[in-house]
């Protein structure tokens, strides 16, 4: 029927454009670590999510935030076509839904939810020892300040925290939060878990997570996931061939 090429190429081509219309471009600017920035950036990671890794300076944040182009004044900022969208857990929960790692079924994402707000009560006493006048705290007066309240949040702060989550892994019984597969549940308790282990927070020893075996291993379970694993390669090789 060789009369209806010609349609089959117009309608193809109409819908290419429909699609390509569709299209969102996606940038997401943070500073050069994991922070804030790192649960998104996986979700967009594993699930095939193109997007623009804008890494930016302390200055040129100091710059953005001065200019008044930041909403609320704060990073991670997540750009779509050009419009601006501020708070790292509902920029995870936008992307967690493109990516298919945020359940449509109501109750299924409650309890995903529950996960990600109470990784907010890990990130209050860990922000507070970090970003001290957001607190209304005045800056450590020395160093032996800061290890007193960084021991204190080791040993005192976060212990309660992680044993609850580690009863809360221990019911679900599949090393995931949430179900049997991975969900923005797990992405956003990797990032203050990760943390923790990677030992970037002075005074508060990688060790305290051995106690919590499903939290500990909650980090090598999204680490090895095939796309997260590349990600993290490609990271290792960008950072070391811009320090050379
Ligand atoms: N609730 C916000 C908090 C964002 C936030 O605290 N961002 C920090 C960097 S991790 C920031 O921009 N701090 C600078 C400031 O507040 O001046 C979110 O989850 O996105």
């Known amino acids: ?3 209806f090429q010609p349609l089959l190429a117009t309608f193809l081509l109409a819908h290419t454009l429909v699609i390509a219309d569709k299209m969102s471009t996606m940038k997401l600017t943070y500073f ?3 922070g804030r920035a790192e649960y998104t950036r996986l979700a967009c990671v594993i699930g095939g999510i193109d997007f623009e890794n804008h890494l930016i300076s302390f200055e040129q944040f ?6 008044g182009e930041l909403p609320h004044g704060q990073v991670p900022i997540l750009e779509i076509d050009g419009v601006k969208y501020p708070q790292s857990n509902s920029q995870l929960r936008y992307v967690g839904k493109l990516a298919g790692l945020y359940p449509e079924d109501p109750l299924e994402a409650l309890r995903v939810d529950a996960y990600v707000d109470f990784a907010e009560d890990m990130a209050v006493p ?6 001290r006048k957001r607190f209304g705290l005045p800056d450590f007066a020395d ?3 800061k290890k007193a309240a960084r021991e204190q949040l080791a040993f005192e702060l976060l212990p309660p925290l992680l044993q ?7 019911d679900n019984g599949t090393g995931w939060c949430v179900g049997d597969s991975c969900t923005i549940a797990d992405l956003r308790w990797y990032q203050p878990l990760n943390t923790v282990l990677s030992g970037t927070l002075d005074y508060v020893p990688p ?5 919590y075996p499903l939290a500990k291993g909650l980090v090598d379970k999204v680490k090895s996931i095939p796309a997260v694993h590349a990600w993290y390669e490609a990271e290792a090789a ?3 061939s811009s320090s050379s």
């Open 1 to 3: 029927m060789p009369h």
């Open 32 to 34: 050069d670590f994991g």
């Open 62 to 67: 100091g710059q953005m935030k001065a200019s």
């Open 126 to 131: 860990v922000g507070a020892t970090i970003s």
């Open 143 to 145: 160093e032996d300040e």
């Open 164 to 170: 609850q989550l580690e009863k809360k892994l221990a």
């Open 207 to 211: 060790s305290i997570l051995d106690a």
């Open 238 to 240: 960008r950072k070391a």
